[in-house]
């Protein structure tokens, strides 16, 4: 196996070289050479412009600084369970793609909603499947090579979990031991990715926990929508003109969006002020602006923490 290059010509025994204003410096370093490594071999999924690094990539940055990840736990969760439910069809809003998808996910029966789902009969042609539960619990520890322990990370893969149902059981309990390999490195290094440019949540992690932000609502403007509003075309507040093409004009939203996450600009006041509860495309004329301004103020006054 090809060496991974390193950054400097010894590693630290126990990290406290990452303290202080020199710590900084030398994990920029490492970072910096963490990205070239990722970009050339591609170690990242490319989600609506932004790159969730794979397991691979968290492991070099981990070699880089000396360390590595040991499976200390990894066991199928007893007693054996045999579950009642569908294998249904959904549609959902992906936040990342601004798109509309459709999925297959295994519902309990106390869980399922005739209205929202469309059930997806077996090779039989029942509704109703009874699935054996295949679920793994994975312990790993993030270690140097030295043998000092920097931390520990838990989780755990279900069969029943989404596009799980039809894999075997080598590959659930392989899957939680790399989802808690990811998870055990972004505990403790996440500032080093996020250094490096990327998100600082492995893609293996990726949605396996509830990052859900009420701002986040706002943006899901349907693209069905686009044929049936008018275009906006005004200007407010003294701020940029807002598009005419619809497209480029929720494009510019979700950008306000975010910046007024940054300077920690009340969105919902604004919907309030207007009495907006479900944005639409035309109402973006008067929301645009009116974000902007609020940004604008923020910006003025504002003082990092």
């Known amino acids: 196996m090809e060496k991974m290059p390193t950054v400097v010509e010894s590693q630290p025994s126990d990290l406290s070289v990452l303290t202080g204003v020199s710590g900084i410096e030398y994990a920029t370093k490492i970072a910096k050479k963490l990205t070239e490594i990722v970009e050339k071999q591609k170690l990242y999924t490319l989600i609506y412009n932004k790159k969730f690094v794979h397991v691979e990539g968290w492991t070099t940055m981990g070699s880089m600084l000396g360390t590595y990840p040991e499976i200390v736990f990894c066991e199928r969760e007893r007693p054996q369970k045999l579950i009642k439910g569908y294998l249904v069809e959904m549609e959902r809003y992906n936040k990342w793609t601004k798109k509309n998808e459709t999925y297959q996910k295994f519902i309990k029966a106390a869980?399922?909603?005739?209205?929202?789902?469309?059930?997806?009969?077996?090779?039989?042609?029942?509704?109703?499947?009874?699935?054996?539960?295949?679920?793994?619990?994975?312990?790993?520890?993030?270690?140097?090579?030295?043998?000092?322990?920097?931390?520990?990370?838990?989780?755990?893969?279900?069969?029943?979990?989404?596009?799980?149902?039809?894999?075997?059981?080598?590959?659930?309990?392989?899957?939680?031991?790399?989802?808690?390999?990811?998870?055990?490195?972004?505990?403790?290094?996440s500032w080093i990715m996020s250094l490096a440019g990327y998100q600082p949540v492995p893609n293996e992690e990726r949605g396996s926990e509830d990052d859900y932000s009420p701002q986040e609502e706002v943006t899901s403007i349907k693209v069905s929508e686009l044929k049936t509003v008018e275009d906006p075309t005004t200007k407010g507040n003294g701020q940029q003109e807002v598009p005419t093409d619809s497209k480029k004009a929720i494009a510019l939203w979700e950008e306000l969006i975010i910046e007024a996450k940054k300077y920690e600009v009340d969105i919902k006041a604004i919907l309030k002020k207007f009495k907006i509860t479900d944005p639409k495309i035309s109402h973006l004329k008067v929301l645009i602006p009116e974000l902007q301004y609020e940004i604008k103020t923020k910006k003025e006054g504002y003082t990092p923490e």
């Open 111 to 189: 869980m399922f909603n005739s209205k929202k789902m469309k059930i997806l009969k077996d090779n039989n042609e029942n509704d109703e499947r009874e699935v054996e539960e295949i679920k793994y619990i994975a312990v790993v520890e993030i270690k140097t090579f030295s043998g000092l322990s920097l931390g520990r990370a838990t989780s755990m893969v279900s069969n029943l979990e989404e596009g799980k149902l039809e894999k075997e059981e080598y590959a659930i309990m392989s899957q939680a031991q790399t989802r808690a390999t990811g998870k055990a490195y972004r505990l403790k290094f």
